[in-house]
C-alpha cells in the first residue's frame, strides 16, 4: 500500500492528524504513507516514527509528477487545499478516502466519511481515525495515552538550539501568548502578570523565554510591561526544528490553542493550555490529546457558553469570559506541574 495523507494547513492541525498514520501501520505494517503539509510545516515530521516522506505543497513541487512517480494506491483529505484530490481523481488512485464536508470533497472523494465537526462530538484526533473506517479498520474508542502525537528530534539538535539561544544549563519557561484565527484568548496583561507571579513563587530560578511570530504583534503588547527581563524568541527567525529543540527541554510550556501547544505535548513536555468555552474553539475538540494530569493541565472559562461558532460579545452576559481564568488558578496549576 502506498498511502498519501494531505493535511496541508496548519501546524497543530497536521500533529492531530499524525496518529492516522500510526494506526494505519498497526493494521498494515508495510503500507508506504506520505503526508501533504504546507510550506509553513517545513521538517516538523522530520524523522517521523510512522510517516516515510513529507510532500510540501508550494509552487516548487510538481505534484502531478509526484504523484505518477509514486502511484499511490490510497489518498485521504483531512484538511487544506483541495488540488492533491483533484491529482487523485486525474491519475486514476483507486481510494479516494477522508472527510467529506464542502463540496469539492463530494466531487473527489469515493471513501470519503461525511462529519459534522461542528457537533464537537469528540477531538480532533478521534475525528480524524474515524476516517480510516472505509479500511476495515474499526472505530471506537481510542487510547489517548496511546495516540498522543509524536515528534522526534535528536540530541544534537536541542543542543545546538540551546547554545544558539543562550539556554544551555539554564531552568527555563516558555511562553507562547498568541494564536492565529478567531479563537478566543487570555488577555496579554496577564500573561505578564503570570510570569511576574511565577517569578515570585520561584525567585530567580527560571529565564522566561516569550515566543512568538511576526503576526503575534497584538498579544505581546502586555508583556512588554512586564517587570521581569524577558527572553523574546521570534520562532520565524529561529526555525521550526530549532524552536522544537527550545520546547523540548522546557521546564514548563503556557500557551493557548495554537500549533506549539500541540507541539510542546507532542514533545513530551509539561504544559498549560488555555481554551475558549465556545463549542467549536473548546477544549474537548482542541485540547492538546494526552491530558494526563501529571504532564498537562487545561484552563477554560467556569462560565456556560451558549455560542457555537464565535463569541456574541456584549450579547452575551459573560462577554470578556477569558478574563475569568484568574493569575492564582494559573500559577497553581504551574505550581502542581512542577
Known amino acids: ?15 492531530l492528524t499524525t496518529p492516522m498514520a500510526q494506526k494505519i501501520k498497526e493494521y498494515f505494517p508495510h503500507a508506504h504513507i506520505t503526508f501533504i503539509i504546507s510550506p ?13 516522506d513529507t510532500w510540501v505543497l508550494n509552487d516548487e513541487i510538481n505534484l502531478y509528477q509526484k504523484f505518477k512517480e509514486y502511484r499511490p494506491t490510497h489518498y ?16 486514476g488512485v483507486p ?16 471513501h470519503g466519511v461525511r462529519q459534522k465537526r461542528s457537533k464537537v462530538e469528540m477531538h480532533e484526533v478521534e475525528y480524524n481515525l474515524e476516517l480510516l473506517s472505509p479500511l476495515g479498520i474499526p472505530k471506537g474508542p481510542v487510547d489517548r495515552k496511546k495516540y498522543r502525537p509524536v515528534l ?6 536541542i543542543e545546538n538550539a540551546l547554545i544558539k539561544m543562550g539556554l544551555k544549563d539554564k531552568k527555563y519557561i516558555v511562553v ?8 478566543l484568548n487570555w488577555p496579554s496583561d496577564k500573561y505578564a502578570r503570570l510570569i511576574e507571579q511565577i517569578d515570585e513563587t520561584y525567585p530567580g530560578k527560571f529565564t522566561f523565554v516569550v515566543s512568538f511570530t511576526p503576526t503575534d504583534g497584538p498579544y505581546l503588547k502586555g508583556l512588554k510591561d512586564c517587570a521581569l527581563d524577558l527572553l523574546f524568541l521570534d520562532g520565524a527567525k529561529l526555525g521550526l526544528r530549532n524552536y522544537m529543540g527550545i520546547l523540548k527541554n522546557a521546564s514548563i510550556f503556557i500557551g493557548p490553542s495554537t500549533g506549539p501547544t500541540h507541539m510542546a505535548n507532542a514533545l513530551g513536555v509539561k504544559l498549560v493550555g488555555i481554551y475558549s468555552p465556545i463549542k467549536v474553539q473548546s477544549a ?3 485540547a492538546p490529546y494526552d491530558v494526563d494530569e501529571t504532564m498537562t493541565r487545561v484552563a477554560t472559562p467556569n462560565v456556560t457558553c451558549g455560542e457555537t461558532i464565535k463569541c456574541a460579545r456584549e450579547a452575551c452576559p459573560y462577554f470578556e469570559c ?11 496549576h504551574v505550581k502542581e506541574l512542577l
Not at 176 to 183: D, I, L
Open 76 to 91: 485521504f483529505y483531512v484538511g487544506g487545499s483541495y488540488k492533491p484530490g483533484l491529482l487523485a481523481l486525474i491519475t
Open 40 to 52: 509553513r510545516i517545513g521538517d516538523l515530521l522530520k524523522n517521523h516514527p510512522y510517516i516515510d
Open 322 to 332: 477569558m478574563e475569568k481564568i484568574e493569575v492564582k488558578e494559573m500559577v497553581n
Open 176 to 183: 507562547h501568548p498568541g494564536m492565529s484565527g478567531h479563537t
Open 95 to 110: 481510494f479516494r478516502g477522508g472527510l467529506k464536508s464542502r463540496w469539492p470533497s463530494f466531487l473527489l472523494l469515493n
Open 152 to 157: 522526534k528530534l535528536t540530541e544534537d539538535e
Open 1 to 15: 500500500m502506498k498511502i498519501i495523507i494531505n493535511r496541508s494547513d496548519a501546524i497543530g492541525d497536521t500533529l
Open 284 to 286: 474537548l475538540r482542541w
